[in-house]
């Protein structure tokens, strides 16, 4: 006879934290739920200093709430960054897993919703129109989904929310904290390019200034004066397209001087087997063959091309990375392991 045993699967912290919000919203009704907070949130743009203030104050009073849920729920709080000093006595900055934020911030606005949360919800898939400077109006939607268009316009079709009153709508609302809490997070990287603003329902769109941080790689004038295209590119770029700052021009490939009037005529050091190879490197046209074995070469010094030394690479600070795996340019019939060199 068989026996099933039924284990109680551990419950996710975002779903205590809505049941948190869920019963604070019962136990404090006339705290939380207040139409007053909820209006200040619905006209943030427009308020006075008078009015600014007191939304400032409650909102306080909301994200405190909000933290204290997240400590019931055995969630981390706020990020908290702090200066430490390091193992070489440098001064670092330290910071707590936690919320960021954009993230508290997000999940306080959708909290001072419990007011009058129907009021929000229409506010909320709304955009108002916007003038442009050229006097110009738009009726852009956020929300238009799946063939769902919720623009409140003469043209647009609309969705009735007639079922939905604020009854319903308030027993949502732990879920709407939490998803708004969750949604306002990105990856570090992204963050420090294009970091996250959380704005109220009133604010339908905002225009946001970004300063591009421009790369290119590496190019040379030409003699002829004729004025060059750096071929600029923007730095986020480089997430999706490897070859944005892709370049070899440290690669060691060993240049084959032939001319004896060069002091740096080094034909001597390179077989004779194999004629010149052309190889590029940094786009820069390098003469190479195979090296002489049983001679003692300096190959740092064998493979400074005119780029590496325009550039002043070929000084103390350069050295072979031992890791790296040798780059196969030659192979001699009967030998397997001719010509490889470190790149």
């Not at 442009?132 to 929300?143: A, F, H, L, P």
């Not at 904290?177 to 604010?203: I, K």
Request: net charge negative; proline share 4%; aromatic share 6%.
């Amino acid at each position: 006879m068989s026996m099933f045993v039924q284990s109680k699967q551990a419950r996710h912290p975002m779903a205590s934290l809505a049941g948190e919000i869920a019963t604070a919203l019962k136990e404090r009704g006339s705290e939380l739920k207040n139409e007053q907070t909820s209006k200040l949130v619905l006209s943030c743009e427009s308020l006075d200093d008078a009015n600014l203030r007191e939304l400032n104050t409650r909102a306080g009073s909301a994200e405190a709430s909000l933290l204290g849920f997240l400590k019931k729920a055995g969630l981390p709080g706020k990020i908290e960054i702090s200066k430490q000093k390091d193992h070489q006595g440098r001064t670092v900055e330290v910071s707590t897993e936690g919320y960021t934020e954009s993230q508290i911030k997000a999940g306080v606005i959708a909290l001072m919703a419990a007011g009058a949360p129907g009021t929000y919800a229409r506010q909320a898939t709304t955009c108002q129109p916007k003038t442009d400077v050229e006097g110009n109006t738009s009726i852009m939607s956020v929300n238009a989904f799946a063939g769902y268009d919720m623009r409140m316009n003469a043209t647009a079709p609309t969705i009735s929310n007639e079922a939905f009153d604020d009854r319903e709508l308030i027993q949502n609302l732990p879920f709407s904290v939490v998803f708004n809490v969750q949604a306002a997070r990105q990856s570090e990287l992204p963050e420090s390019f294009y970091p996250t603003l959380t704005v109220t329902p009133d604010n339908g769109s905002i225009d946001v200034s970004v300063r591009r941080t421009m790369v290119f790689n590496d190019v040379r004038h030409s003699l002829s004066g004729k004025p060059m295209d750096f071929h600029r590119r923007n730095l986020i770029e480089g997430v999706i397209d490897h070859t944005l700052l892709e370049t070899n021009s440290t690669a060691i490939v060993p240049v084959f001087n032939d001319d004896n009037q060069d002091p740096n005529y080094n034909a001597n050091r390179f077989s004779a087997l194999v004629g010149t190879y052309t190889k590029k490197v940094d786009n820069i046209s390098v003469p190479t063959r195979p090296l002489k074995p049983g001679v003692d070469i300096g190959l740092i010094g064998i493979s400074q091309h005119d780029g590496l030394i325009a550039t002043g690479g070929n000084d103390k600070k350069i050295c072979v990375y031992s890791a790296k795996q040798g780059t196969h340019l030659f192979t001699l019939e009967g030998h397997t392991e001719t010509g490889e060199y470190m790149g």
